[in-house]
């Protein structure tokens, strides 16, 4: 198995002092207010925060000293928000597709992730990760898996945002024993890195068919007492709601309720099979729904109903999933693939429109971490996490509506400038940050370390 | 309304003279046979056809005089064959999205056509479309639009393969004034090009809901007399199959059996809504679907049966509709969007696997159109329609399975090269054609001209 020498901790030297500036897109979306697109607008940006959104004529008297970067082809949008994944296992991307779910796991996957599964695999799978993120202008990941420490450390040095689940299994792996181990190993990262500005955490029980009552409930104490989300994958395929009617005698999300984790911290992935009073429940009690399209799809899970979970009022966010059910970690691909499927699922066409695809990959995943007064819109005093898209091509003419173009026509390859925190991560497309340059290596090293593995 | 000087009929001086050469990219997937992924192979191209399909170093020493064109990243597929579009239509990309089919037709599609339509907005909107098409591994596509000629001549002026609907509709245009007009004037193109070898012919009654029982007669006559393809509308909504039982006491494919269309001539475009009855009849008689996901999607029209089209035995091609309902002309995607959707719809991961998405787009379309012995795969004898695609970046690492990547994880923006009958279209992801030039001044003229009829 493939070895590298772990990366410094915290932040890079670069972060210290970046001037302040101004940037100039041709149009600006800053998903609140609702539906609002600026032309002629200007951000500003100081120490990491957007300092005002202002017109671009007043932007360049009032802030005269400050760099400006015109971006004339562009709309900038806040940075996207891929609100459930599995970083590392980038790294097991297309090493099995078009199986059935069980063959998939317990032929490919499982055997894959008992053989190499380390913190060197989710180093590097993450750093893989984030490096794919970045060029699709997606500025923060809320990630599960083993070896947290290893995921946020790789997220650090890639200069990400990033929320780490404090994952909670029942069986054991190389990384811990039992529930309790698994607990209390990621109660430790939180306690190494909660001042971390860049990070933050949630309680990352895994799912109800692998978690315990017991374990459901030190999580709902927990999460109480710490104010953290609860991140979960909920009623993502028939088999789970079944096995769950056997077993507790009640369908996940009652379970859930009953063990007091039915809250605002809620964070329920997937969200497939729901019947309209888990729909109540859900916006009842202010949960996050999180839907994942485009693995709902390949594992031939079913269809979410998002437009009646919005029209409820539950907030939605959206993910990729990790890449070996996706294969993409790319939220353009699930902003349109939710807003399209959500209008042949509702059988109608204005379920989901281009704006609320765009808030939910944006501001509907900062709501569901708790980093809404933080980031996922371009308000002043938010974290200035800004993505530039170049509506250029044949592929982006002609231009009615540039809202329509980013969720409808436009990809990830159009993104050609990310922020975080106010530092440059991409410039007209090209990762800035050295750290990525070790990927060829390690993936080279990886690809032949878990080839064997490999079935279509 | 802009107006442009009408481009020059014919082919280019470029392709009388193209020198032999041999491509050696890292992987090749032919197609045929199924299921095929080759390395160290190359393919020799001479006079715009593929003369051999061998081992790398076989080919170096028996075609030592060719130019050798290395491609070490790149997979070397057959160029993709978008099996359905209103090319044209790319001028109203995003022009209204998000409405109930009824309001997006009646308050901006019709409008603008009825307004704008002509031979200039289809000779700009199949140029643009060209362009668009051409930078994401198109090479042949299938088109059904007014003014036939127009989109004919902008295909062949951007060097592109493609069929062209003979339009039969009962409504009055610009183009024509009622079946009669449209059915002379489709054929008097015929008459015209009929020896041009990059274009071809269908019969496109457009619609159930839009042709009568006199026009489908006299185009099952055509289609048996000229041996063509009839590429029709069929079962894309509900609506459609409601409306002819009401019409016609029959569903619309039946009726279409009724009228002798139901032959190996049949191009059945969406075929969303169909019992297994109907699915076995368009098997029986060797029938071809083209699968437009997205268009559906967006519609709201619903899912088609693809899974258990394929397991009939039903040719399955895939198509992007027109931009105006999609919004990208992006075989890529749709192969995703197939692949994935298949999944879902039947419940089962392994609908749909990503080999026979790639054939769908490739060679699926090719059958379709009656072209299979043309194009369609990389074999011996056939046109050298040859698309490159890079798998290189951290979207597309590690690699365990070159077709995995190509269905699941790249995107059009990967397509590095792209040839058609030999002639080199695309380099290093630049198109090589002057005649694209233009379409930044025509698409701004559109884009005012059009943009009051935009809406979401």
Not at 79 to 108: F, I, Y
Not at 182 to 205: H, I, N, T, W
Not at 404 to 425: D, F, N, T
């Amino acid at each position: 198995m493939p070895h590298a020498e772990p990366p410094r901790r915290g932040r890079d030297p670069r972060h210290a002092e970046i001037s302040p500036f101004l940037v100039e897109p041709r149009w600006l979306v800053p998903v609140e207010p609702a539906g609002s697109v600026l032309a002629e607008h200007a951000v500003a940006v100081r120490d990491g925060n957007i300092e005002a959104v202002l017109p671009a004529a007043q932007a360049r008297s009032r802030f005269a000293a400050y760099e400006r970067i015109a971006l004339d082809e562009h709309v900038l949008i806040p940075g996207l928000v891929n609100a459930h994944t599995h970083a590392a296992m980038a790294l097991m991307r297309g090493l099995a597709d078009d199986l059935p779910l069980m063959r998939w796991l317990e032929e490919h996957i499982w055997p894959a992730e008992k053989r190499h599964v380390s913190a060197q695999f989710v180093r590097d799978g993450t750093l893989l990760a984030c490096a794919e993120m970045l060029r699709g202008g997606i500025t923060c990941f809320n990630d599960m898996y083993f070896f947290p420490q290893a995921a946020l450390e790789s997220a650090l040095e890639a200069g990400m945002r990033s929320a780490h689940g404090i994952i909670v299994i029942e069986f054991p792996s190389a990384y811990a024993a039992d529930a309790a181990d698994y607990l209390g190993k990621g109660l430790e990262v939180r306690d190494r890195y909660g001042e971390e500005p860049l990070a933050s955490f949630c309680l990352a029980p895994h799912a109800p068919y692998t978690v315990s009552d017991a374990s459901f409930r030190q999580v709902a104490t927990l999460a109480a007492e710490l104010d953290l989300p609860v991140h979960v994958h909920l009623h993502e395929t028939q088999d789970e709601v079944q096995r769950s009617l056997s077993e507790h005698g009640v369908r996940p999300l009652e379970r859930l309720r009953r063990l007091n984790l039915v809250t605002p911290n809620l964070i329920a992935v997937h969200a497939v099979h729901l019947s309209d009073e888990e729909i109540s429940l859900l916006a009842r009690h202010g949960c996050s729904v999180v839907h994942c399209p485009s693995s709902n799809l390949k594992l031939a899970s079913g269809f979410a109903p998002v437009g009646k979970l919005a029209a409820a009022g539950v907030n939605v966010a959206l993910g990729t999933d990790g890449a070996a059910s996706n294969n993409r970690l790319d939220m353009f691909q699930e902003m349109r693939s939710a807003a399209l499927l959500a209008k042949a699922v509702a059988r109608n066409a204005q379920a989901m429109p281009a704006h609320a695809a765009l808030r939910a990959a944006t501001l509907g995943g900062a709501q569901a971490l708790g980093l809404a007064e933080r980031i996922g819109s371009i308000t002043r005093g938010k974290a200035a996490d800004l993505v530039a898209v170049a509506l250029r091509g044949p592929e982006l003419a002609p231009c009615y509506d540039v809202v329509s173009h980013l969720v409808y026509a436009a990809g990830r390859e159009h993104v050609s400038h990310v922020w975080i925190a106010g530092e440059l991560h991409l410039r007209d497309g090209a990762l800035q940050n050295s750290a990525f340059a070790r990927l060829d290596t390690r993936m080279a090293l990886w690809q032949n370390a878990l080839g064997s593995l490999a079935g279509h």
